[in-house]
C-alpha cells in the first residue's frame, strides 16, 4: 500500500483544487527562464486537472524575496506555463486576499490560475496557520508536486496538507516511486555514486549511506580528503585538512556495514584552474606537489564502470571531477554514459538528483536514459541523508486519516 494518496483517488472535477508546483526555476538577467525542465514536469499535473474539469489554481514560491520584491514575481511564469500546456494560465497579483478569491470565483471547470509567488507573504516560510487557513479558502482539495521544496515545512508545501484533503500530484508520484526503488526498497547491489567539491556539504549523505548501500563511489574534490586522510599527498588539490578523521571514521563505519568504499587510485592533474590548460594523468604514489587533481583518471574510469556494472540499482550525487572545465568532465561524462547504456539494456535502475547533478548528466546527454532524474536540490539531498521529509510526512498523514476516516464510515 502507497503511504499517499494520488490523484487516482481524487474527484476533482469541477472542484478547486490548489496544486503546490515548484516553479523556482533558473532565469537570466532578463529574467527569462533557462532551464523550464521544472515548469514542464509540474504542468504534467497542472494539465491532468484541467481536462479532468478541476479548477485548478496553482501554488509555487520563486526566489527567496524578503517581502514583496518584483524581481520575484512569478507573472512572467504565467505565459510559460500555458505555452508549455496550450492553454490560458490566468495570474493573480496576491496568493491570498481579494484579488487571489476573485482570480478563483473567476474559474470555471478546467480553467487555470497562477496565484502570486507564496513568499511574499511571512505566513509562508513560519508556516502560520491564519496564512495556512488563508490559501485554504480557495480550494476544496490540495495536491503537492513539488518533491523539490518537500524539505520546507512551510504553510504552501506542509501546512495545506493537514486543512484540505491532501494528494500527490504525478510528478511528485513518479518521484517517490522512483526514489523507493533506488533507496528503500532497491534491487541489490545498489551502487551509489557521491561526488562534488567538499566532504563537508556531504557528511551526513556519506554516513547514512555506507549503512545503505552495497558500493560507494566517492569522486571529486571530497575524494581527495579521503586520499590525504589515507596519507596520500595530493599536491594543491583542494581537500579539507581538517576533516580527514571523519573521513576515516566514515570509511570505518563503511566496513563495519560491508559497503565497499572505491576511491579513485588515479588522477587527472593540472596546474591551473582552467579549461584546455596543459593535463596528464598520476598514480596516486606520483601526484605532482605543485598540481591539482581535477578530475579521475583512466584507471579510476575503469573501477567505476566496473562498479556500475556490478550493480542492479545506483544512486547518483555530484560530479567526479570539474565537470564545467573541459577536459575535466571526462570521467563524469564516461560514468554517466556507461550507467545509461546499462538502464537502456534494463541491465540498471539509475536515479539521480541534487545540485550539479542535471548540469553534469545533460553533459553525458545521459538524462532520457536514466531512470529517473530528480530536479531537487536540497530535497534530494536530505532525502539521501535519510531525513523524514516535511512535505511527504503530511501527505503520509493525510492518507492515514483519509483511511481511518473510510474506515468508520
Ligand atoms: C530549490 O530550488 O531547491 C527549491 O525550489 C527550494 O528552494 P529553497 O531552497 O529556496 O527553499
Ligand atoms: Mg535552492
Partial sequence: MTAFRTLDDADVKGRR???RVDLNVPTDDDGRVTDTTRIARAMTTVGELADRGARVVVLSHF???????PKESLRALAPVCAEILGRPVAFADEAVGEAAEQAVAALGD???????????????????????ADLAKLGDLYVNDAFSTAHRAHASTEGLAHVLPAFAGRTMQAEL?????GLETPQRPVVAIVGGAKVSTKLALLENLVTRVDALVVGGGMANTFLLAQGVPVGKSLAERDLAPTALRILDAAEKHSCSVILPVDGVVAWEFKAGTESHAYGLDAIPDDGMILDIGPQSIERVRAAIDDAMTLVWNGPLGAFELEPFDRGTVEAARHAAERTRQRKLVSVAGGGDTIAALNKANAVEDFTYVSTAGGAFLEWLEGKPLPGIAALSLAAERARAAAGQA
Fill in 17 to 19: 483544487v490548489l496544486v
Fill in 63 to 69: 526566489g527567496r524575496p524578503k517581502g514583496r520584491d
Fill in 110 to 132: 478546467g480553467d487555470i490560475v497562477l496565484l502570486e509567488n507564496t513568499r511574499f507573504h511571512d505566513g509562508e516560510e513560519k508556516n502560520d496557520p491564519a496564512f495556512v
Fill in 177 to 181: 516511486e522512483a526514489l523507493a526503488k
